[in-house]
């Protein structure tokens, strides 16, 4: 399948547009391993599947056939995942997977090789709570409106990673945008950010989704209005998840754009996932996490709505 890309360039008011085809190559197949395993206690899930061609856009289909077990390296106990129609599974009974400070090992042998990656749960603070706040229109919201934060406090002592996710009245804030990580209460290792509430960029931002109007440029819906909710999560992470998750902002989140001719490459995302065997020559990505979650949530109803717009006025 061939793709048109139309690349504009004006000089000295002269304008001249290129019509190139490129013919792209087959990519070589890639081995997916996606393990982003819980403390919920619900169905635990890794996904094993093959990288697909470029212009496919079907959504990956399970690589039947794989053995994947998760091994608790301080304990031996070993968890054995199911094979199932889109994942191979594993469902808790009594306890949820995994001990906060425990290290795991994911091993998922396919095609006569086994691969390997390793996780330590890490701990995780509370959600306090949600607080909506009033904001009068402005120069990108046309109305008044609701904000939301949520706020926690990190846990005192350094080295500590997390993955925030939100979801606004049930809905994942999902867009490559709303990726929302921090490191202790920072947003990144440099932070010296310890035992302290989430930086407002954390708690606000990542929370609050700006949806374009349809037919005005630069202009967004309100993030909030009387009767939404927001509901938080925070995932520990381990620390080399940390950086994986930085690496796929970088990749995915791309405003486009002339600014995008001094951006850095698109590249290949790191893996912690690795062969046994040495002289392998299957390429694989993907990532192996095991989380704590904590969680917490509030719907702005009238109440709420009225003390906020108070608060603003004082």
């Known amino acids: 399948m061939k793709k048109i890309i139309y690349i504009a360039l004006i000089a000295l008011g002269i304008g001249c547009e290129t019509a190139i085809q490129p013919e792209l190559k087959e990519a070589e197949e890639i081995l997916v391993i996606d393990a982003w395993l819980t403390q919920k206690m619900e169905r635990q899930k890794v996904m094993v599947s093959r990288s697909q061609p470029y212009f496919d856009n079907s959504y990956p289909s399970l690589t039947p056939g794989a053995q994947v077990t998760v091994e608790d390296l301080n304990t031996g106990v070993v968890y054995n995942f199911q094979e199932g129609a889109d994942a191979y599974y594993w469902d808790p009974a009594d306890a949820p997977l995994g001990e906060v400070g425990h290290t795991y090992k994911l091993e998922v042998t396919y095609g006569g090789e086994t691969f390997e990656a390793l996780s330590t749960l890490g701990r995780v603070p509370e959600v ?172 702005i109803t009238r109440e709420i709505a009225d003390e906020a717009k108070a608060d603003a006025g004082k």
């Open 128 to 299: 306090d709570t949600i607080l909506y706040k009033y904001n009068s229109k402005d120069f990108n919201i046309l109305e008044s409106y609701y904000s939301a934060e949520f706020v926690a406090v990190d846990l005192v002592g350094p080295g500590d990673a997390y993955w925030i996710k939100a979801w606004k009245n049930g809905n994942y804030l999902s867009k490559p945008s709303e990726i929302n990580i921090a490191f202790d209460a920072g947003l990144s290792p440099s932070q010296s950010v310890d035992g302290e509430v989430f930086h407002q960029v954390i708690r606000r931002d990542f929370v609050n989704p700006l949806d374009p109007l349809p037919d005005r440029k630069n202009y967004y819906h309100p993030p909030y209005k009387i009767g939404d909710s927001l509901y938080v999560e925070i995932h520990s992470i381990d620390p080399v998840a940390f950086e994986y998750l930085t690496g796929v902002i970088l990749q995915t989140n791309r405003p486009g754009g002339f600014s995008e001719l001094f951006a850095t490459p698109l590249a290949n995302v790191m893996t912690n996932v690795k062969s046994t065997n040495e002289n392998s020559n299957t390429s694989v990505a993907g990532f192996f996490n095991m989380s704590a979650v904590s969680s917490g949530g509030g719907r």
